[in-house]
């Protein structure tokens, strides 16, 4: 055991135990603990294998940057993978499992791949590629069950998750000192503030590095609680910052594996939309890059310090601590204090007088132009590590259960970069820093590279303040505090890449752990011509994986420029794009999954259609009555009855998801003439007429019918599917073709429920139900209409017919909806009316030849339809100049026909290919296609399939006898060409 | 014909509304919904008369107007809603056409299109906020916003500090009564 829990110290609560597993072990740990920690505080420092070499990884950040410690949480369905270790916070009852190890962490059998690592490089499949493109099939299978991280959860995950929206005057992203200061400021200032943070606890490590920040942080965090324009957001990351400053985010609500009593979200979606953005993100520690720095044992020196300081547990007790900066030593000391036997190693030959008085009263043994070079250790961690000057020789071994190294800082750019703001190259830093900004966000603290903790909080405080009095808040929020924690940043950072390497040391220097890439792969893939840094990442995968590189970026993109003999600056650095971190997929669906994928539009006569029996289907969002089942019969038996029954008697239909839009102004007449090919000006009030409305292009856009109210008033219908697309057309016309039209359009579907009554005896009962009204022929002819009431209820007789059969639509206003349905189908029991759904109405139409949405696929000119007849020669409308060119009228085109089955009982697929025979090669590959079935369904008339299709020269091929092939189907039926009007061809059904 | 109208009692939206802590929903009974749209360049025209209305009150863009259990939601360019609990279409009606010369707007019954459901409660804008990206800080009573929740385009209106009405076409009404069914479950 190599670590353990300290005395006293930390955040942690020593009253709250908590038990918890990893890899099937019992172990116990405290509330206010992480994964890591716990583990750590346990002794436990093997967590993970790599993704390619399977090397042994332990814990080695504390926070969101953590490349190593990724385990799968949970079981059943709230599994999660890929959690970092330093990010879950512990909870009773914690199941935790390492990840890409068999049959066990400590003994991997894939660590054989380490053996082999000399001959897999970077990119070594990009190579095995170069030799065979077929070879690669071979061992892809392998490497990608060899490489990888945790596998998915295959169980569909029913956790609840939730969206967000919300908008502040200020969002301050980082709950540290700078940005809790910032927020206090504006909040002062009179703003309205939002604070959030990747943490369980806002305050950063200010509330464990000192007392003097810690209580000020409990002082200012109490009072942003009180003021009530203040959000406070813990476990909250902002991983995306996108246009007009919407700053994405995710609070997690539940733990990771956890659990949850019902409606309790597991995370929640957050936009916030600020007028401000400040990024107090803080920054990443680099880690040195030498020989075996992945060996478990060996992390970062913040890391080291921030589990001391943090959660009370002491990484190790004899540690080699490397730094080329001042901050090295201030982890060192934590160290020391918390009881650590310290060896710090400066690579620096000199520094200040001030930093070496800070050891003063410490057991830190310091070093001068010191590194380390190597670390010796395995599954069970560190056990030395070899140190000793930049030049590599002279070196020792000394004994040691941990290795912590400081590279320097690099500060969290990342949101800033999401806006496309330039990155920075700070020369005295030996960081990017951000540089020109495109939004309005401003970075403070660590994140603006400002180090010194009275400065970073002064420049918190002070943009807090500019923010609110860019915003008009001008109310005082005093001066910043003072901590009195004095600037040690006296001794510039030494640029330290990567560390000699020892002679007889094997092993490699990573440089990206979580994607196994080292030093010596950055220098190959340069060598092999790979110079640009965004090169540089597709190849090695540096910067890839779960982490993006936190790491690891800035080391890779300097030792590329270095390799190149460049400065750093001119090679520049990767584009960092959203998101921040791994984000739970659950989060982003929100709400919407499974029935609450879409809304559900419902007529008002759905429940009736309920009570009946009906199956319902979507269309669009619409839910519509399919079928309506009756004495236990399957669908076709239904679908069949009711069709027959609109031909032999009398059913009812609800149609009130037809499109509806109304009309008005004085220039509706002329709008309704441009807008559809076929005249309207001679449509007569009182009268509905059947119209086709065309694309620019001249092809068919939808059809519908017009019904003129009055002078000035129109009464479109259009079909269900394209409602909205036609107001839309309608809509663009008069705002942007013809703004000087006085004309006012507006969607009146949900204004008006309908219902088709439809077969022989529909006459009869609605005379029946509207004694007071002439429905003959006389009173009410074909395409006529008129306003009456039903029991006492206003409603819209058209008569206009999409079966073929005499037939009416009813339209009522849409309360009125359920009673007139019920009165008609009360008066309906006397000619046996009943209600027939989508399925028959299909079924109906195909075989009268009517168009619909199989047929109007934004392929077919009127002429395709057989409706070339209607188009008008004499005035101007949308699509004619479209619809004259040359491909659009030639007579071969194909033309609208129906199909039917030459074997008279065979089922005719929709989508099949027309062709003749012979046409047919291997696989029911159709070699010369003349055409499609458009739509295809069950004929009562004919007691067979019957099809709508389209075949070249259409008209002129019926009676020849074609191939319906489907190869999908396999399927090469033999079909009869006959006329699209398979019944009543003279319309004495409908007009009679 | 013309009496008060809610679909809850109908039948065509669930009669259970949902409510938690801090959140009630009701739905209020439209007896008369007219839409009334000028043509272009005639807003300002069309506004001067409504206003005769509502006490000589101009209609403002975003904002409503209330008097004699009337009033006037605007609900887009150069277009309103007159809308009333009581009055029925036909009334309404009869006050509004006088006022609409048909060479500058026109009017439309909308009464059936439309429900409307009443927000109560503290958590009323926790809720809403969750499918919709309006800044409810600064939505005063007597402001309207045309916005989405859900996907739904509706119409909301603060009425007072305690009530927000939200209009929604009839065919959502309870797809949207659902979702916020599902978004208040985590405050029961």
């Known amino acids: 055991m190599t670590s353990f829990r300290l005395d006293q110290g930390g955040l942690i609560d020593r009253n709250a135990p908590l038990n918890f597993h990893f890899d099937g072990k019992a172990y116990s740990g405290f509330q206010g603990d992480t994964l890591a920690s716990a583990l750590l505080a346990n002794g436990v420092q093997l967590m993970g294998r790599s993704f390619k070499y399977h090397r042994p990884r332990g814990v080695y950040g504390s926070g969101s940057e953590e490349p190593n410690a990724l385990m799968t949480v949970g079981k059943g369905q709230e599994q999660e993978s890929n959690l970092r270790a330093t990010m879950i916070d512990l909870y009773e009852g914690l199941e935790a499992k390492s990840q890409n190890a068999w049959p066990s962490l400590k003994t991997d059998v894939m660590a054989v791949n380490s053996l082999m690592s000399a001959f897999l490089p970077a990119g070594f499949y990009y190579k095995i590629f170069l030799g065979s493109a077929n070879f690669w099939l071979l061992p892809e299978y392998f490497i990608r069950r060899a490489a990888g991280l945790g596998r998915p959860n295959e169980l569909a995950n029913e956790d609840d998750f939730q969206h967000h929206f919300t908008h502040c005057d200020v969002l301050v992203v980082g709950a540290g000192l700078s940005g809790v200061a910032a927020a206090l400021s504006a909040a002062r200032s009179g703003a309205s503030v939002t604070l959030v943070d990747e943490h369980d606890k806002l305050g950063g490590q200010g509330l464990w590095r000192e007392s003097s920040q810690r209580e000020w942080l409990h002082e200012a965090l109490a009072e942003l609680a009180d003021y009530p324009k203040v959000r406070l957001m813990s476990r909250t990351t902002a991983w995306g910052h996108y246009d007009d400053n919407m700053v994405a985010c995710v609070q997690i609500e539940g733990d990771p594996g956890a659990p949850l009593p019902p409606h309790q979200p597991r995370a929640r979606a957050w936009h916030i939309r600020a007028k401000r953005v400040i990024y107090a993100t803080g920054a990443i520690e680099r880690p040195l890059v030498f020989a075996n720095n992945d060996r478990p044992g060996v992390m970062l020196a913040h890391a080291g310090a921030a589990f001391a300081g943090k959660f009370g547990v002491l990484v190790g007790k004899s540690l080699v601590v490397a730094t080329n900066n001042d901050d090295g030593y201030h982890s060192a000391r934590i160290l020391a204090d918390a009881g650590a036997s310290v060896q710090l190693l400066d690579a620096r030959v000199e520094v200040s007088e001030a930093l070496q008085d800070s050891l003063k009263g410490s057991n830190i043994e310091l070093s001068l132009g010191q590194t380390v070079l190597s670390a010796k250790g395995g599954t069970g961690g560190v056990t030395a590590a070899e140190i000793g000057g930049l030049d590599g020789r002279s070196s020792r071994m000394v004994n040691c259960d941990g290795v912590l190294s400081s590279g320097g800082w690099s500060p969290s750019i990342h949101l800033h970069s999401h806006t496309g703001g330039k990155a920075e190259w700070r020369e005295d830093l030996q960081a990017f820093v951000p540089g020109k900004r495109l939004q309005e966000g401003v970075a403070v603290g660590a994140a603006a590279g400002i180090f010194s903790t009275q400065e970073a909080l002064n420049s918190g405080w002070q943009q807090g303040i500019c923010a609110a009095q860019d915003l008009g808040h001008s109310i005082s929020a005093g001066q910043a505090p003072t901590l009195g924690s004095p600037s040690l940043d006296t001794t510039p950072i030494l640029p330290l890449w990567s560390n000699p390497k020892p002679k007889k040391v094997k092993g490699k220097a990573f ?9 010596s792969d950055v220098v190959m893939a340069n060598q092999e011509g790979y110079r640009s840094v965004e090169h540089l990442k597709r190849y090695t995968t540096l910067g890839m994986g779960t982490d993006q590189g936190k790491t690891a970026n800035i080391n890779g993109h300097a030792l590329l420029a ?21 984000l739970t997929l659950g989060a982003f669906g929100g709400p919407h999954v499974g029935e609450a994928f879409a809304p559900v539009r419902r007529t008002p006569m759905h429940a009736l259609h309920e009570a009946s029996g009906a199956s319902f289907v979507e269309a669009g969002m619409w839910k519509r009555a399919e079928w309506y089942s009756r004495d236990g019969e399957d669908m076709w038996a239904s679908i069949k009855r009711e069709a027959l029954h609109v031909r032999r008697a009398v059913a009812m239909c609800d149609v009130s998801t037809l499109g509806k839009i109304d009309v008005q102004g004085p220039d509706a007449q002329e709008f309704i003439q441009r807008l559809y090919c076929n005249g309207m000006k001679t449509l007569a009030i009182g009268k509905v007429r059947y119209g086709l409305m065309l694309r620019d292009d001249g092809f068919v856009f939808d059809d519908g019918t017009v019904a003129r109210l009055d002078e000035n008033h129109y009464y479109m219908t259009t079909t269900t599917a394209n409602a909205a697309a036609v107001l839309a057309h309608m809509e663009y016309h008069l705002d942007v073709v013809w703004p000087e039209l006085k004309v006012r359009v507006a969607s009146i579907t949900d204004q008006w429920a309908g219902m088709a009554v439809a077969g022989p005896r529909s006459r009869d009962l609605l005379q029946a139900a509207l004694p007071h009204v002439d429905m003959s022929n006389h009173g009410l002819p074909f395409m006529g209409f008129l306003d009456t009431e039903l029991a006492g209820l206003p409603i819209r007789v058209l008569r206009i017919s999409f079966s073929g059969e005499l037939a009416y639509e009813v339209h009522t206003p849409a309360r ?43 392929r077919t000119t009127p002429a395709d339809m057989g409706l070339g007849k209607m188009v008008a020669k004499k005035k101007d409308f949308i699509g004619r100049l479209g619809l004259l060119r040359e491909g659009l009228s030639r007579e071969d085109r194909p033309r609208l026909v129906g199909v039917i089955p030459a074997d008279g009982r065979s089922r005719i697929i929709a989508g099949s290919q027309l062709t003749e025979e ?44 074609l191939f319906a092939a489907s190869p999908l189907d396999d399927q090469h039926l033999p079909v009869n060409i006959v006329s699209p009007h398979m019944i009543d061809p003279q319309g004495e059904r409908q007009n009679g | 014909m013309d009496k008060p109208f809610r679909l809850t009692d109908a039948g065509l939206l669930s009669k259970l509304l949902p409510s938690c802590p801090g959140f009630e929903l009701h739905e209020r009974p439209i007896a008369a919904l007219w839409q009334v749209a000028a043509f272009k360049g005639c807003g300002s025209a069309l506004a001067g008369k409504l206003a005769g209305l509502f006490d000589g009150q101009t209609p403002q863009v975003g904002k409503t107007l209330a008097a004699d259990d009337m009033a006037l939601i605007w609900s887009g360019p150069d277009q309103w809603w007159l809308t009333s609990e009581t009055q029925s279409q ?35 804008f926790d809720i809403l906020n969750k499918s919709c990206s309006l800044d409810f800080l600064s939505f005063q009573p007597g402001d309207v916003a045309m916005t989405l929740v859900e996907q739904l385009a509706v119409t909301l209106l603060a009425v007072d500090q305690d009530t927000t009405y939200l209009y929604v076409t009839s065919s959502f009404a309870q797809a949207l009564v659902d979702y916020l069914d599902h978004g208040a479950a985590e405050y029961h």
């Open chain 1, 511 to 519: 440089v990206d752990f979580q994607n196994d890439a080292g030093a």
């Open chain 1, 562 to 582: 270095q390799a190149q003999g460049r400065a750093i600056a001119e090679v520049g650095t990767t584009t960092f794009r959203p998101p921040f971190t791994p």
């Open chain 1, 816 to 858: 009125f909806g359920p009673q007139v349905w019920q009165a008609l189908s009360e008066t309906g029991k006397d000619f046996d009316l009943m209600p027939y759904g989508t399925e028959a109405l299909g079924a109906l139409r195909i075989e009268k030849g009517h168009v619909a949405g199989g047929e109007l696929d934004g």
């Open chain 1, 918 to 961: 012979g046409q047919v090669g291997g696989f029911g590959k159709v070699t010369k296609s003349l055409g499609w079935i458009s739509s295809a369904h069950f004929s009562v008339e004919h007691d067979c399939f019957v099809a709508l299709g389209f075949v070249e020269s259409g008209a002129l091929r019926q009676g020849q006898t």
């Open chain 2, 90 to 124: 036909a009334v309404l009606g009869e006050r509004l056409a006088p006022l609409v010369s048909p060479d500058e707007a026109v009017m439309l019954d909308l009464s059936h299109a439309r429900c409307c459901l009443r927000l109560t409660g503290e958590r009323r």
